[in-house]
């Protein structure tokens, strides 16, 4: 069994031969495949041969095409400023909405062409041709209501939402339709599941009320166009998202990634019967700074919880941060393979 | 009166207040017992609503919006003297390296100073160095560390060993918070509180306060 039908098994709320693995992880890869974080990123191979290379190396069964975040990357093209932070990850740093007159001044990018954002549709497509139909290619595209936060400033934005909502309403169309059209350009060039990424409209920062009237139609939309050009939707949103289980389901998505926040249990009774959960171990606490044995454990503890019965693909519970051990990364697919047996020999004990 | 202009900022109402606090003025109330009575306790109910799970950041934001347009009429009227009776304590703060967003941040900032506190905020993207250095030379006595993402959270452990090692762990109370810390977080790498949200942090950072010895 390909990890391309391992994946699309669980995404059908199946079982095949194992519980999928595919850890978030995008830039972390370099340090796999043994090259400086500093010294990577300057050409599209480049970053391909990471995000290939990560995947080799551990055998998990999906591979993300991606860097840095997309909403960055889209923000950029849509004119936003990026800075270099201190540990040289560019974020968003000046935002070009102000007024009404801003948002129709706003140009919508052509992915092919604007910004940084064909050099990243190239990734997608070296990856794919490299894969094929043996694994699965995942692709992130900003949330339109995170990206419409990162046009205006985040701040300002979230006061909008109280005091001028038909602003912030206009503002996430627009918002919208650019999600759209790199989501369309990032399937032409491969990519076989397209994530949408919202941690804005997490439970953590605005209400289930806001999140269902501000973020959830815009993802929709995005949604729609993802299905009809043939690809599977996704969604991430980070934190705690609990309060708003049901209406991610309601998105259309086929997969939630689940933060290391959310309970998984608690996941998988509300929702799990309706949609493939992608989670959920710690990526600071256990992937990033503990023990191979640690996560292994963990890694068991997520399939038990979410994975019994398929409809379950394990991964980090957010982005694998830089540094992270590939011991570690490691367990999490020693831990898929060897559940089956291991459930066996429990019911060696019991009958079940 | 207070409990009028507190209410009011419960409820958003910006105008209100900021009406009300004329009112108060004119009616001779002195500036420190609007902030203390009125406005501190008014932004500490929001955070025990948002820690319930009845507002959300938004209306946070808002609060301290409010809460910024009271300070701008009432701080002009009150003397140095009278500021300085009203601090409770110095506090650093900021996002560590590599962490644009200050979200999170600026909330706490915006509660700690409504809880009377001298707050130098350092802002985001802020490195180990400059961190150390605030240390050194304003001598506070809570360093605030806050980290929103996975990739970065793994900067606040970096500024805890890095205090150890120039032996000013002792000088400094660090509490940590952000989006993806936890408790467990805040333990492994020797922090003295975690902020689960920004009403927490600023009850832990008065717990937390006392003297620096350094």
């Known amino acids: 069994m390909t990890p391309y039908e391992r994946v699309y098994t669980a995404i059908e709320l199946g079982y095949a031969d ?243 926040l959310v309970d998984l249990r608690i996941a998988k009774e509300k929702v799990g019967s309706r949609v493939c959960l992608q989670g959920n171990i710690d990526p600071s606490l256990e992937l990033l700074m503990g023990s191979p044995k640690e996560v292994y454990s963990s890694a068991l503890q997520c399939i038990e919880m979410a994975g019994k019965q398929g409809g379950f693909i394990l991964s980090s519970g957010c982005e694998v941060p830089l540094n992270t051990p590939w011991e570690n990364l490691v367990a999490m697919v020693e831990a898929s393979r060897n559940y089956p047996l291991r459930r066996l020999e429990s019911c060696v004990r019991r009958d079940c | 009166m207070l409990e009028e202009i507190a209410k009011a900022v419960v409820n958003l109402e910006e105008e209100k207040v900021i009406a009300l606090i004329n009112t108060a003025i004119s009616k001779g109330l002195s500036p420190r017992d609007i902030i203390k009575f009125a406005l501190t306790s008014g932004i500490k109910e929001l955070g025990e609503m948002y820690s319930q799970g009845v507002v959300f950041i938004p209306h946070l934001i808002l609060g301290g919006e409010i809460l910024q347009r009271s300070l701008a009429i009432l701080e002009p009227l009150m003397t140095d003297k009278e500021k300085k009776y009203a601090y409770s304590g110095k506090v650093a703060i900021g996002t560590v390296a590599g962490d644009l967003h200050d979200l999170g941040k600026n909330l706490v900032v915006t509660m700690l100073k409504s809880a009377g506190f001298e707050v130098i905020d350092l802002g985001r993207d802020v490195s180990t160095e400059q961190f150390l250095k605030i240390v050194k030379e304003e001598k506070p006595q809570l360093l605030c560390l806050s980290a929103l993402m996975t990739t970065t959270m793994v900067r606040q452990r970096e500024v805890i060993k890095a205090l150890e090692k120039e032996g000013l762990r002792s000088c400094v109370k660090v509490l940590v918070g952000g989006a993806p810390v936890s408790r467990d977080w805040a333990r492994k790498i020797g922090a003295d509180g975690y902020g689960e949200d920004a009403f927490v942090a600023v009850t832990l950072a008065e717990k937390l306060i006392a003297p620096s010895p350094c």
């Open chain 1, 18 to 260: 194992f519980t999928p693995v595919v850890p978030q992880i995008t830039y972390a890869t370099c340090i796999l495949v043994g090259r400086e974080f500093e010294q990577s990123g300057g050409n599209p191979k480049d970053l391909a041969v990471s995000l290939i290379g990560g995947w080799k190396k551990v055998g998990y069964d999906g591979i993300y095409s991606g860097w840095e975040a997309s909403f960055n990357l889209l923000a950029e093209a849509m004119g936003c400023k990026l800075t270099k932070g201190n540990d040289g990850l560019p974020q968003v740093n000046t935002h070009p909405v102000e007024t009404e007159e801003d948002i129709s001044r706003l140009i919508l990018p052509n992915p092919w062409q604007d910004g940084r954002l064909p050099f990243h549709l190239e990734v997608t497509k070296l990856i794919k041709d490299y894969v094929k139909d043996e694994v699965p290619v995942f692709s992130y595209v900003p949330g339109p209501f995170t990206l419409a936060g990162l046009l205006r400033g985040s701040e300002k934005f979230l006061l909008d939402i109280l005091r001028k909502p038909q602003f912030v309403k206009k503002l996430i169309d627009v918002a919208t339709e650019a999600s759209v059209a790199f989501a369309l350009a990032k399937i032409k060039s491969g990519a076989d599941i397209i994530v949408v990424a919202d941690p804005t409209a997490s439970s953590s920062i605005i209400s289930p009320e806001m999140f269902k009237s501000f973020s959830l139609p815009a993802i929709k939309k995005v949604f729609k166009s993802v299905v009809e050009a043939g690809a599977v939707p996704s969604l991430h949103i980070c934190g705690n998202t609990e309060p708003i289980l049901e209406l991610m389901v309601e998105s259309g998505a086929k997969i939630l990634e689940i933060d290391h």
